[in-house]
């Protein structure tokens, strides 16, 4: 099945700083890469979301950039904000399945 | 309704007790999805189902825990004998149509087995 590998486990920044997460992932056949966020208490939160026929997508402060040559893919967070402050997941289809795999997470601090 | 919405958010169980764990996906999504969520880790797959069809119950981690969705709408998982081990957070997600991955998540049930 597909395995999704996800850095740094933490990270912090100072508030307006930029922040960057990325994930690898297995299986070639992946088209489709989204990203949640994940407040205390609360579900995953889907926040942005790209498939394999672009190389990158953007939304107001986030973007995520895929490579599938080298089968990685990234989340980018410009002038970062507190409220900014969760935990992350990217995934990627399982192999085979309608379910996604998920990274491990990475937990995002910002400064004020 | 605008959401995913689980029920109850929090479950208390003295080990070996059974618990049902309710899941409203967005009215009309056909696909829906539970994961387990451990502490500090991501989501895992237990089961999907298409409408009332439950189409894969690979994830499910033993024959304790069964799921139905019997008129293709609200879901239930139940964990039957519970463990410790079965501590978690269960979350449900529903996506509109069967091909479409996007998948949205509710709140979450968390599962506390004493």
């Known amino acids: 099945g597909e395995n999704v590998e996800q850095h740094p486990s933490t990270l912090s920044v100072q508030e307006g700083d930029s922040a960057v997460i990325k994930c690898t992932y297995s299986d070639s056949a992946s088209n489709y890469f989204p990203w949640y966020k994940q407040e205390l208490g609360k579900g995953p939160q889907l926040i942005i979301d790209i498939r394999s026929n672009v190389g990158e997508k953007k939304d107001q402060r986030i973007a995520v950039t895929l490579n599938k040559t080298a089968k990685h893919f990234s989340l980018h967070i410009t002038e970062t904000q507190p409220e900014d402050s969760a935990v992350y997941f990217c995934?990627?289809?399982?192999?085979?399945?309608?379910?996604?795999?998920f990274g491990s997470g990475t937990r995002l601090q910002v400064q004020p | 309704g605008a959401g995913v919405s689980q029920s109850p958010r929090y479950k208390v169980a003295k080990r070996g007790q059974d618990v049902a764990l309710r899941c409203d996906p967005i009215s009309g999504h056909v696909s829906l999805f539970w994961y387990q969520q451990a502490l500090g880790q991501g989501p895992e797959f237990l089961t999907y189902?298409?409408?009332?069809?439950?189409?894969?119950k690979s994830g499910l981690p033993s024959d304790r825990f069964f799921a139905e969705r019997p008129e293709g709408s609200v879901s239930t998982l139940k964990i039957q004998r519970t463990q410790q081990e079965d501590s978690a957070v269960y979350l449900c997600a529903s996506s509109l149509i069967a091909s479409q991955e996007t998948q949205y998540f509710g709140p979450g049930t968390r599962l506390l087995v004493l």
């Open positions: 189902f298409q409408n009332e069809a439950q189409l894969d």
């Open positions: 995934a990627a289809p399982y192999t085979g399945r309608r379910a996604l795999t």
